[in-house]
């Protein structure tokens, strides 16, 4: 028994509708590559770390004191008081002296130089 094969052919309005579709989800992959590579990609490579040799040029202890707040399970939490300590260092690379921060948020938030 031979299977009947059945056409369907779209109206004009719906032939237009998919191609609308299929260009839109083209033109999206499209933009998202020259975002990825254009814009992306620099911006990636530009966040990478250079090393650097750092010499301690001094430390200071203010006598301010800062407030954490710290957990050791699920019904103990806690506040102390911590002192602060900066250490003053010596950039190889720029050759300036800069306040030494834990990581790359905190010298954002808070971009002191020694002068």
Same mark, same amino acid.
């Given at each position: 028994?031979?299977?009947?094969?059945?056409?369907?052919?779209?109206?004009?309005?719906?032939?237009?509708?998919?191609?609308?579709?299929?260009?839109?989800?083209?033109?999206?992959?499209?933009?998202?590559?020259?975002?990825?590579?254009?814009? @992306?990609? !620099?911006? $990636? +490579?530009?966040?990478?770390?250079?090393?650097?040799?750092?010499? =301690?040029?001094?430390?200071?202890?203010? /006598?301010?004191?800062?407030?954490?707040?710290?957990?050791?399970?699920?019904?103990?939490?806690?506040?102390? @008081?911590? !002192?602060? $300590? +900066?250490?003053?260092?010596?950039?190889?690379?720029?050759?300036? =002296?800069?306040?030494?921060?834990?990581? /790359?948020?905190?010298?954002?938030?808070?971009?002191?130089?020694?002068?």
């Amino acid at each position: 028994m031979a299977k009947m094969r059945v056409s369907y052919e779209y109206s004009e309005a719906e032939d237009k509708s998919i191609r609308l579709g299929l260009f839109l989800i083209v033109c999206g992959i499209l933009s998202l590559f020259i975002l990825g590579f254009c814009w @992306l990609s !620099p911006t $990636l +490579q530009s966040m990478q770390s250079k090393p650097a040799n750092c010499t =301690v040029v001094s430390v200071l202890r203010p /006598e301010e004191m800062f407030e954490c707040v710290f957990t050791c399970g699920s019904d103990c939490k806690g506040t102390s @008081l911590y !002192p602060c $300590l +900066q250490i003053f260092v010596n950039n190889s690379q720029s050759n300036s =002296v800069a306040l030494l921060h834990f990581d /790359e948020q905190q010298l954002v938030l808070n971009p002191k130089v020694n002068d």
